[in-house]
Every structure is written in C-alpha cells, then in structure tokens.
C-alpha cells in the first residue's frame, strides 16, 4: 500500500543507482533535490508521471516507488494492429458461385417462386443507389406530391385498405432474359451494390397482358435505348422526343430476351450486331411497384390471403412490394451490404413483409444463384470466425464521435443485424454471436438477450456466486470477443452500445443496489482493455476503451488512491510555487515534455501563466475541486463522474491538471481534454443506464418515488395522479422517467404550468427530506422551489446551501 503522502510527478524515472552519468547531470535539478545546498527544491511535473515518487515529510527524505496498484500507462503507446484474419472485404465466397441454380431441397417456397418468375421473364429487377436506399423505402410509406401540372397515370396512389396498404409508385425496371443471363443491370456494382427484384401480374381481366400496359401506360424500350423518361414525359404524362414511337411490347422484349440468349445475332437499339455480345445491356420498363404487400405463390406473405385474381398484381393499382433481394457479386463486402438492406427492409416496412425475403445472385455469366440457408449459414460463421469487420462505408466517415450525421445514423442503426432472426443464434456459438455483434452491429433487443441467456447459462451451470465474487463472468468473456471485433471495425456507435448494454445486464443481475435509492451505485466487473488500448488510435474508440478504463478504476477502488495522491501532490507544487525560479523551471520542463508529445494539448504553455499568478491560481481552484470532489462522492457512483465531468469543462488548456487526472483515471497521454471528457460523459451514462431510469438526477423519477408511493390506495390518491390530458402522465405508468437534468430547462415551461395536479407544501416536505437540491445546478433547483412554494425561509436557507455549493464548483452538471 503506498504512504499516505507523496508528490505527485517530481522527476525521478529512474533510480540513481540505474541512471548513466550524464542522464544525472541533465536531471539532477529535476529530483526534487538541487545538488547546490543552497538551492531550494525544484518540484516540476515532467516526462508524463511514468512514475511516482513518494516523499516522507517528516524525515525530509525522498524515495522512488512505483505504484504496485497501478501500471504505468503515460509512455505514448506503440500501436500494435490486432493481427487480421483471413479474409477482407474484397474477398469471394465461392460455394455460392458454385452453388446450383435448380431447386434445392433447402430452399425455402419464397426462393423457388423468386427462381421460377425469373425463368420464365415473368419478374423485373431495379438496382438501386446506395444513397437512394432511405428514399426508395420511404416512398412505398408516403406518396410524392404530383410534379406535372396535370394528373395522369403516373402519380402516386396512396394506401387506399387493408389490401393495397402501401403507397405505389411508377419506376424504371429492367426485364432480364430467362434466368438473368447474358444482361447486364443498371449502375455499376460500386455505387448501386444490391438491387431488388418485382413480379408482374400473371392474371387480367378481359384483356391481355399487352392491352393492360397499353391502358395503363406501362412502358417499356429495347435493350440498349436510353428512353431517360424522367426528361421525356410532358405536363401531361405524354412520351415526348421520340420515346413513343420507340417502345416496344412485352412479347417483342421477351422475343430478344431469346434471341440474345440462343442466337449468335442480337439486335441491339434496333441494329443487328454480327456474332452477338457476351453481355448485352439493359433495357427499361416504366413499371407502377406497390400498393400491395410481398407476394409469394400468389398469397400474400404478411397476411396469408390469396391474391391470384381480385386485388392481385396489377398495372394499374401496382406489383407489390420487393420479392427478393439481390447483388451481381460474391465479395463479401457486396453480401454483407444485401444482409443489411434486409435489415433495413424490416426496419422500413413491417417485419412480417420483409422477414426471410430471398437473397440472390444475379450475373450475366452465372444466372440467378439462390443464397439458401445452408449457404448464409456458413457465411455467418466466416464472418463471425475469419472476416475481418467493417463498416458500411458509405457512411462510416459519418458516424465517428466528431462528425455524425443524423441521418447516416439512423441508417446504421436500421442496418443492425437481428440475432434472434433466420436462425442465427442456434447456428452460431455464444462467441460467434458477440463477435458478429461486435464487428457488423446487431440491434438491441437481440444484443440485451444474448448477455442474459449468456449469464442464464453460467448460473444453470455454476450458481451466480462467482459472478457475485468478482470471479469468472461470461459477460465479460463475451464483451471482449465483441470489443475485438468492434475495434476491428473502428466502430465507435457499436462499441459504445456494447459497454452500455453489458453494464445493463450484469447490473441488472448482481442486482447490486442501494436500499435507500434503489439505484444501481456500483460500476460493473472490468474488462481488459490493455491489449485493445495499443491497437487503436481513433478518437472514438478510446473514448469508449476510456470510459472502461475509467469504470475498472471506480470497481477496483484505485481511483480513490491516485485521487489522493494527486491532491498531495498539487498541494506540494502550490506550497513550491512562492519562488518565481521554481515556475520558470516548471514552465521550461512542460515546454520540453509537450515537444516530446509527452503531454498532449493542442497549444504551447504560456510564459506569462507562470510568471503571473494565472497558473498558481488554476492549481488552486483544481486542488480545491478535487479535495471537494473527494468530500462529496462516493469515488464509486455516477455522482463522481458528474462532478469531474463539470472540473473537466471547465478546464481551457490544461497541463499540469490534465495528466494529473490521466494518472487519476488511469488513462495515457494520448487522452487530450476533450477525449476525457467524453470518457468521462460516457462511463456516467453508462452508470445512468444501468440504473433502468432510476436516475438520481432524475426529478419526475423522486416525485413518483417519493410524492406516490405512500398513497397507493385510491382515497388518499385524489389529487396526486396527473390527469391524463398531461403532457406528463405518460411518465407515471412505464416505470421509467424520461425526463432527466439536462432534459428539464428545455421543456421547464410546459412542466411548471402542468403542476396543479401536486400538493405544495407535501411536495417541499419531499424536497427538504431527500435534499435534490443538492442534485440540481442552482438556477433550476430554485426555479423549481420558486414555481411549487415560491419564496419562504426555508427556500432562502436551501438557496444558501446550494449558493455554497456553487462556489465549491462541484454540484452536479448536466452530462
């Protein structure tokens, strides 16, 4: 156990014994003692606090002793790569190349419908811009307003019944010849990566397949011709520019469908092309998609209702939803954007009309290629076990902690794979699972059951007694796998929900809590983050392996030791600093460890900071905050992390104070201001989550505790229970506040005009006996006192109490 004082940082990173001549010479008036008497101590801060020397300052000797508790992590880390796996993103799959384009035994009746309609040219596919996915999905929800002047058959048809429940739309299609050889599709592989693939109608009334296109102004252009119909059609909806008189019928594309297939001429934009194409381009049909769900076999998918004659496909009211799905490659980057589309899909429009939608390949080469069951499964577990993660990269530069966009992030958590869904969870392993989590994303739902049947399994086997112990804990096993992955990836979003999730679940099942607040106080087991810490420089990820850096430091109670040595040794600098020759030197060695990159901040120390009071007074205060912040919490709690998150804000260019709280937190010195404080800001919201809502910042949260819970029976309820046109009452029956600190100023009006519904004077007994104010930033703590009782003495004495706080600068900011 190291002493009880010791200076923080003086310079002794090596013992004389071990230090070369000339090492001594250059660092003598840096060890704490001048080798001139008359000289006084010189106590710096310098080479990144490698070590820490303890001084008895009784017997006015020095020693050096490094920390046993603590493993010295200020040295900038040379960064290690974790070692690759064996395949990228721009590696095949070749079992589906290879697979068979007849019907399996393990294809689904979706797959062998999709197969058969391609067949037979009675299915037209669209690739679709990787950009565009967002837009295209969202237009079978909600119809486009009408461009022209004039409405015509084109416009959009919005969800009329329970049969045509989606909007339906026109579009370009193209119609491949029989089994999708010999065509290419629109767009390159690159920006339109997967496509999707529609049926059309088999059943007409009255009429043919050609008079129904006719009427409904279906159009439809040769391989090969450019009919750009979004510049070709007029206010009226008329064909302009030639466009009408090239179009040619269904039966005439079938025709050289066949002939492009069978013959050794192909007609190509109406000209005949000696000894053919080996691949002949696309050709267009102008096609209204929608307003019916997902058909398969003439039933619909969601509901089970036939749809082969009334209220089927149709030209005129739509063909329905996608009925597969589709990429023109095997990379694996290519199949892992098709597996999330699906995700997307379901994410867009109901699960029950995309869920198990087929997959397939289509090339001009192979045909269509079904990527069944079997075959996903085995590509589950490359990507679980030999693929080397990745984000979509479309929008990975727009999702990192410094820049995310909201809509890129919306679609990256559309894209989360779901664990529970095809069988992923009986096909992979329990790693597996957490690896694919890790590195792809898996949404939430699936992410929380997949720890608690890990931890289910672990009590069946052993009894929770182990986990309880601080022993062998399966979540933690499982977090590692999927940190790994994730930091593979570089994925911050996903890294961070992993944290947040794991403390979710193990909190919820050591069910450590507190009696009197019911809140889950203690951070969750530690992980190791040593060997993922030297593989990583991106900001986001060391904002999250720093925030478990931070929550290992709180559960292994180290964050109190170093705290308490590095108020001893701000202390000491204070005491040293009277003699203006102490400063100087104090300046000129950060000059020297910030040109070594020793300490991390973005400018130069300023001469003048030294000579003035400008830096003693910093190191006061600082000294100050941290002696109050070690008065006030627990070290232990979320309350901890809100106080040194508001010293942190506080902070302009700190140096000194900034690798004292990197030693404190247990991080090294490639964490700059700002990467502490999101560390900071994230293990509390860690903590907060933890907690299921029950947030001591949490003010809706102590009014249903403590304003309710002694008047559960009816007759003594009148009057407490807000009535049900509150814009608040919705908080009172989930058993979660919504509602936190930092929550409260931007819709303070609409709560202070909503608590008539409260007793005042019960309401202040409630706030005096669990002293919030002492949680709450004085303005807000006042205005709430001010709008239920308004002034008395006892709010002059709470406003005094939170006054005092105030200037201590450690009362509880808004993370």
Known sequence: ??????????????????LSSTQRESSQHFSGRSTRE?????????????????????QGATTSTELSYHESKHEYPAIQPLPGLLFGPADTFPPLAESSSMPQDDWTNAECDVVQLLQEEQAVVKTIKNADWASFLDRFKTPQKAKRRYLDSHVDIPPQNNVFCFNSFVTSTTLLPESGKKMRCFGSTKDYTVGVVFALPKHFVNENEEDAALRTHTWSWPSGYSAKTEFNID?????????????VPFCGLRRQNHSYIHDDDHEIAGKLIKGGLSCVPYNEVYLRIGGLGRIVNDVDFATGKDRREENGRSFESGVGLPIALFVRSTCASDLVAMIRTRSRMCSHLHRSHAEGIPLLLITPDLGVKVFSRRLFDQFLHIMANDLNSFQNPSIAHRTTVDRTCEDSLKQKSEELINLDADNIRQVLSLEECARLAGGFGATNNSLVTLFMDSVRHEICAQGSKDMRNGQYNPLQHLLQEALTSAVRA???????????????VISKTLARKDAETHLFSLPPPPIDTHTLLSATNSPGLLTVLGAAEILKGMYHHTVKIRLEEAIVAVDE???????????VASWREQLVAQAKLHINTAD?????????????????????????????????????????????????????????????????????????IRSVELAATVLLEAGDGENPNSLFEFLKRKSLAKHKKAENAEGEIPPSDSPWSHFWGTGRAVAIVEEIPLAWNDFCSNLSWLKPKRLLNNVKSTNIIAHLPRA??????????????????????????????VYMKPI
């Open 604 to 676: 130069e120390s300023h001469f003048m900071a030294f000579i003035s009071d400008k830096a003693i007074l910093n190191r006061k205060k600082f000294s100050q905050q941290l002696s109050d912040l070690v008065a006030a919490t627990e070290l232990e709690d979320v309350a901890f992390l809100q106080c040194l998150s508001a010293i942190l804000s506080g902070m302009n260019q700190p140096c000194l104070r900034l690798e004292i709280l990197q030693f404190v937190l247990g991080l090294d010195n490639r964490y700059s201001l700002s990467h502490l």
């Open 573 to 583: 600098w204070i005491e040293q600093s009277e003699s203006v020759r102490f400063r």
């Open 38 to 58: 008359n000289d006084r101590d010189v106590l710096v801060y310098h080479k990144s606090a490698r070590e820490i020397v303890f001084r008895n300052t009784d």
């Open 235 to 247: 206010s009226r909806g008329e064909l302009i520019n030639g466009r009408k008189e090239a179009l």
């Open 1 to 18: 156990m190291p002493p009880n004082k010791g200076a923080f940082g003086i310079q002794a990173l090596q013992s004389d014994q071990n």
């Open 490 to 504: 570089g994925d911050y979003h996903i890294s961070r929900q992993l944290l947040i999730y794991y403390t979710t």
């Open 780 to 809: 807000l703590s006042t205005s709430l006192l001010s709008e239920l009782v308004g002034k008395d003495e006892e709010l002059t004495k709470m406003e005094n109490e939170a006054e005092k706080q105030e200037n201590s600068d």
